[in-house]
């Protein structure tokens, strides 16, 4: 199964440079093998990522997405001091919903294409 996941930093703050975005993938790659999922794809802007993720039916989405933003919050508050200027008083990076599409109608090349052409901060 594959799933398109966006997350959205809180407030929309435009806080992540490419070396914040290069620092996430690997960090969600972590944590989707711990899921035994696959990160297809991965980008973002300044204030959200995309990720295309292939899962398997055991592996409840929101499970997923809960550690996914979980852990990846708590290691770019200690791994990027400046960013917790952005955490403000709720202590989070992200905001608390998120986009989760299934994906089926789309070919999963396009969806890459997609998730590829977004506009990545230098």
């Known amino acids: 199964m594959h799933a398109h ?3 959205v930093t809180k407030f929309r703050h435009a806080v992540f440079t490419n070396a914040h975005l290069t620092r996430l993938e690997a960090i969600f790659r972590d944590v989707c093998a711990d899921f ?3 990160l297809a794809e991965f980008n973002g802007e300044a204030n959200h ?3 295309l ?3 398997p039916p055991k592996v409840a989405v929101s499970h997923l997405v ?3 933003k979980g852990v990846s919050s708590r290691y770019m508050r200690r791994e990027f001091p400046e ?3 952005h955490y403000w008083r709720a202590k989070r990076l992200w905001s608390g919903s998120y986009f989760a599409g299934s994906v089926g109608g789309a070919p999963i090349s396009v969806l890459k294409q997609y998730i590829e052409n977004q506009t990545r901060p230098t």
């Open 5 to 7: 996941l966006v997350f």
């Open 49 to 51: 990522v995309h990720l």
């Open 66 to 68: 809960n550690s996914l």
């Open 36 to 38: 035994e999922c696959e």
């Open 53 to 55: 993720v292939t899962f």
């Open 83 to 85: 960013l917790e200027q």
